[in-house]
């Protein structure tokens, strides 16, 4: 299995697009395989996630199989150390798990074939190898599964597909209590006889007690949550480019919010960036579109974008992308993101449906399918990757500009103070450096014959004990 991963160029990839992509930030990330975990298409792995109190353990939403928990404190040898069945809640497959603290939170209820009843389960995870279900809860009259589970403080927010968002009082472990229910109008996009197979409240991100959700062919909504008796919502996005031509919404999957940007995994169109600052007008600040959407269909395309993660301090979007496996983009400039790396390829009969990320690792899972691509096998694969280094983030304490930016061969400094011996380095994205000045003395300096390949620097300017940085890019 794992030979099929040994690609080494973008061509499969390439030939498939109309567009090019092109890239060169994160282009030595150097992914490398570590471990498979396998499973059957009888026990499918959905998603996962890694312990966030720095334990090292991987909880695995295993569907049939329930939830797995491996112990990966050797990343090339996973060892199965708990399985909480399906019995203990129904026997609904579980098909997402989040964490907040020593509990986990499992989106029960199967959403493909033969659907289930959408659900909700805490389980007990302060002894990883002893876990504890406390309680679950089944959405009244839901025929739809569950295709998310978020939590904040005592609350969980659960995606719970067609019957929309459900908000669940946590505050007892052992005693889930409904707080409410909103299933968002199926009336928006406008397009005529929206069909309501398409509206699925399947994926989430919340902050503040606002609830920003993927609603499959409802598009993004925003919906304030802070009265948990009667949510409302505030904020909706459809791009018109992806229902326009066709009267057909794509499907609006997975979200990551970093401030007044939203980053959007939008199946086979790929990545939407959205300005959120005004959540009564959504602007869409880029897109990720190399395969031409809406040009393309959901079967000929390479990527079908589901889950998504982010790496803030390298600026890069790690998205789970079907038959082509993994992309990375680099969003350092929002409006231009631009892919830069990947895993995988499209020829390997292969597909995956989760992303997760933790510090240097990156775990890709696996489906069986047949439509809209072939996948003939199901598990995690473990991998590894060079990050950007942790020290070097952006600011500007005493502050500098540069221009322009990007540059080419010759970049003009400006600082508000006389600069005394201050020294000036440039790192590439790996945390080399690749160009020194020293002894910089005044207010504006002129750096010509740079000699840089294109992609992504830091410049890091340090004077009297103070150092500050800023990004650079480099666009021949």
């Known amino acids: 299995m794992n030979n099929l991963f040994k690609i080494t160029t973008f061509i499969l990839i390439i030939v498939t697009s109309s567009n090019k992509i092109t890239g060169q930030n994160c282009n030595n990330m150097n992914i490398q395989w570590k471990s498979d975990i396998s499973s059957t298409c009888n026990f499918m792995i959905m998603t996962m996630i890694h312990d966030d109190l720095n334990r090292p353990y991987l909880y695995v939403a295993n569907k049939e199989a329930g939830l797995k928990i491996y112990d990966i404190s050797v990343i090339t040898s996973p060892l199965l150390i708990a399985t909480v069945p399906t019995n203990l809640f129904a026997t609904l497959d579980v098909m997402n798990v989040s964490q907040s603290g020593n509990y986990l939170y499992l989106a029960l209820g199967n959403t493909f074939t033969n659907p289930q ?26 025929t739809s599964g569950g295709g998310i589970i978020k939590v904040e403080g005592d609350y969980a927010y659960l995606g719970a597909m067609k019957n929309g968002l459900v908000i669940l009082d946590i505050t007892n472990k052992s005693n889930i209590q409904f707080a409410s229910q909103f299933a968002p109008n199926i009336n928006y996009p406008p397009i005529a006889n929206p069909n309501p197979d398409y509206y699925n409240a399947r994926g989430m991100e919340v902050k503040n007690s606002i609830v920003y959700l993927c609603y499959d062919g409802g598009g993004f909504r925003i919906i304030n949550c802070t009265n948990k008796l009667s949510p409302m919502e505030t904020g909706r996005w459809c791009n018109p480019a992806v229902y326009t031509p066709l009267d057909h919404p794509k499907a609006y999957n997975n979200i990551i919010l970093d401030d007044t940007l939203v980053y959007i995994a939008v199946d086979y169109c790929g990545m939407e960036i959205l300005n959120i600052a005004d959540t009564s007008n959504i602007t869409l600040t880029g897109w990720w579109n190399p395969y031409n959407c809406p040009n393309n269909n959901w079967f000929n395309t390479p990527v079908h974008a589901n889950e998504i993660q982010y790496n803030k301090n390298c600026k890069q979007i790690f998205l789970s992308t079907g038959k082509s496996d993994m992309m990375v983009v680099d969003v350092s400039n929002p409006a231009q993101p631009d892919s830069c790396n990947f895993y995988g390829g499209v020829t390997n009969n292969l597909g995956t449906w989760g992303v997760g990320l933790y510090q240097n690792e990156i775990y890709l899972s696996y489906i069986c399918s047949v439509v809209p691509f072939a996948s003939n096998w199901t598990g995690v694969k473990i991998l590894t990757y060079t990050s950007c280094p942790l020290g070097i983030e952006e600011s500007n304490d005493f502050g500098f500009s540069i221009y322009p930016n990007p540059a080419q061969d010759e970049l003009k400094i400006e600082t508000p103070i006389y600069l005394n011996n201050a020294e000036l380095i440039i790192f590439n994205s790996l945390g080399q450096p690749v160009k020194k000045i020293s002894k910089m003395n005044g207010d504006s300096f002129t750096i010509e014959n740079m000699e840089l390949s294109n992609g992504l620097y830091f410049i890091v300017l340090t004077n009297e004990n103070k150092q500050v940085t800023s990004k650079l890019l480099i666009d021949q």
Do not use: H
Not at 117 to 132: E, H, K, R, S, W
């Open 117 to 142: 009843q959408g659900g909700m389960a805490i389980v007990d995870i302060t002894n990883p190898l002893l876990p504890v279900v406390t309680d679950y809860y089944l959405v009244p009259s839901s």
